[in-house]
């Protein structure tokens, strides 16, 4: 699986933000697609996900209810839809994509990852 993201830029906090990652491959339609984040100096963190067949999502705690992920099949995209922003979330944005089924939220369970994409909230 090949993955491409966009869609990341600067913004002021309480804007928004869409990112968006093509998704390719024999195998797209059988994975799931999700995003880690990562901030300087800290460790890869979960954001959110999406299984193969949109049926289960999962949110970390500290996006939930602000951000929003979503599946196009017809294009294998995935979407992460970014309100309320804060500086806190401020990272590398990092396309994931994994086979492992259930709420896979460390960065080992993904055997897939595209290049990241800079998200930057300013206060």
């Known amino acids: 699986v090949q993955l491409q993201a966009s869609g990341g830029g600067l913004v002021q906090a309480g804007g928004t933000l869409r990112l968006s990652c093509a998704a390719s491959g024999p195998s797209v339609s059988s994975v799931a697609l999700g995003w880690f984040r990562q901030a300087p100096g800290k460790e890869r963190e979960f954001v959110a996900s999406?299984?193969?067949?949109?049926?289960?999502?999962y949110y970390a705690d500290s996006v939930k209810d602000r951000f929003t992920i979503s599946r196009d099949f017809a294009k294998n995209t995935v979407y992460l839809q970014m309100n309320s922003l804060a500086p806190e979330d401020t990272a590398v944005y990092y396309c994931?994509?994994?086979?492992?089924?259930?709420?896979?939220?460390?960065?080992?369970?993904?055997?897939?990852w595209g290049q990241g994409t800079q998200v930057t909230v300013s206060s």
């Open positions: 994931v994509a994994t086979s492992t089924t259930g709420w896979a939220r460390h960065p080992y369970d993904y055997g897939y």
């Open positions: 999406i299984s193969w067949s949109g049926g289960s999502i």
